[in-house]
């Protein structure tokens, strides 16, 4: 399967946790994308990397909110000292970049997160 | 927050209908896709849109870009129970904003065998 795959696929956690998410693309994609997902509602940008580069913050992405992409490949979402209102469905999409090609982002099956 | 409105936000139909949902926004857009999401599922994409007026057809589903580039919409022909799930459409601006995806808010679609 050659698919963006996420792990965990579900996280319950207590207030005050951290967590870490992991991504990995499709192989030839070079960008990388968080949204995160709240019930009811379309996902929503948090950040993207070109490689290795984190390129663009939304300003959802508070600053218990870190991402990586060290080597260019995987990349993990890291939320340090968990609230409630954290819990949603993280997702991971990849894409190429523009001007290698069709650019269409493709989803991974995201990580539930349940702050309890 | 999200820019696009979309509607309807829920359609009730009979399997063999045929169903049109579309997308407007305020601002202008280079790209529209179409995604469907099961629950518990990472959206999955249906159809890419880059030009305006483009029509642009993947088996029974059809979705046109608006010639304003400010909206689309998609229609579903003849459908069946598995076209159950929620739609969304998402606009990308690719010079500007990093070729973030900006959705709507889906429309849940539920078809009655």
């Known amino acids: 399967d050659t698919g963006v795959s996420q792990n965990p696929r579900h996280k319950i956690t207590k207030r005050g946790q951290n967590v870490t998410f992991r991504c990995d693309p499709i192989?030839?994609?070079?960008?990388l994308y968080w949204y995160r997902q709240t019930l009811g509602q379309g996902p929503e940008f948090l950040t993207y990397?070109?490689?290795?580069?984190?390129?663009?913050k939304s300003r959802l992405l508070s600053d218990r909110f870190s991402a990586e992409r060290p080597k260019g490949s995987f990349s993990t979402l890291e939320i340090q000292r968990t609230e409630q209102g954290d819990s949603a469905m993280y997702l991971c999409a990849s894409s190429l970049a523009p001007g290698q090609g069709s650019y269409e982002q493709y989803f991974g099956p995201g990580t539930r997160l349940t702050v309890t | 927050g999200q820019q696009l409105n979309q509607s309807p936000q829920s359609m009730f139909i009979q399997e063999g209908e045929d169903v049109s949902m579309n997308c407007t926004s305020s601002?202008?857009?280079?790209?529209w896709l179409w995604y469907k999401q099961d629950p518990g599922e990472g959206p999955v994409l249906l159809i890419a849109l880059y030009k305006a007026g483009e029509l642009t057809s993947n088996g029974r589903l059809t979705a046109q870009f608006g010639i304003t580039r400010k909206d689309s919409f998609l229609n579903i022909s003849a459908s069946i129970p598995s076209d159950v799930g929620i739609y969304f459409c998402a606009g990308q601006r690719r010079e500007t904003s990093g070729s973030r995806l900006t959705f709507g808010e889906g429309t849940q679609l539920t078809v009655n065998p």
């Open positions: 601002s202008i857009f280079n790209t």
């Open positions: 192989s030839e994609h070079n960008r």
């Open positions: 990397f070109q490689n290795e580069a984190q390129l663009e």
